[in-house]
């Protein structure tokens, strides 16, 4: 069970109306019942540390209640959110330095093959790859996370990381080839 669930967020999401009328804007109430726990996910997925999960999501949702007033609709709501969460998680990675933990993850070793994966063997893999994943440079892992992960085109991708197209597709193909290279050798450690 995911902080998020036994959380604050959790208790504040829960008393909030979960509708909206049709063809009226959204509400902050509606916003943050709908999508807290996809920023809370995605904030994670960006590299943000569990303990610092939702206190992240929580600058975030002070930026939408902030903004939403403004907010026009020219893009998707869940597009507008996750720019929202790549400037937040650039913020929280820029103050990084300051933070003194540091974080090990040591891969689980495999001992099936891999077509008949065990639940605890997956959870290895599924963790490996958060790890390499968390290891890639910020402008490499925002744009797998939000590309190949969350699913969202690559136009839509360069607005919210606000980079030139081919530059996100370069980002892309670098981060796609850091993982599988990566993934393979820490496979090939653990046979």
Not at 49 to 59: H, L, N, R
């Amino acid at each position: 069970m995911s902080s998020y669930e036994t959380g604050l967020l959790s208790e504040i999401a829960a008393s909030l109306p979960a509708t909206v009328a049709p063809d009226s804007p959204p509400t902050f109430a509606y916003v943050f019942r709908t999508h807290a726990r996809y920023v809370v996910g995605l904030v994670r997925r960006l590299g943000v540390s569990a303990c610092d999960a939702e206190d992240i999501a929580q600058e975030v949702f002070l930026a939408v209640h902030a903004g939403l007033p403004k907010f026009e609709g020219r893009a998707k709501l869940k597009t507008w959110l996750c720019s929202i969460c790549v400037h937040k998680v650039r913020d929280y990675r820029r103050q990084a330095f300051r933070r003194r933990e540091t974080v090990t993850a040591e891969p689980i070793p495999s001992s099936a093959p891999d077509t008949t994966l065990s639940p605890s063997l997956r959870a290895g893999h599924v963790r490996l790859l958060e790890d390499i994943v968390g290891r890639l440079p910020d402008a490499q892992r925002q744009v797998f996370v939000l590309y190949d992960v969350e699913g969202f085109s690559m136009a839509e991708v360069a607005r919210m990381v606000e980079c030139p197209i081919f530059t996100a597709y370069g980002r892309l193909r670098t981060a796609r080839h850091e993982v599988r290279t990566r993934f393979d050798a820490a496979m090939r450690r653990f046979p």
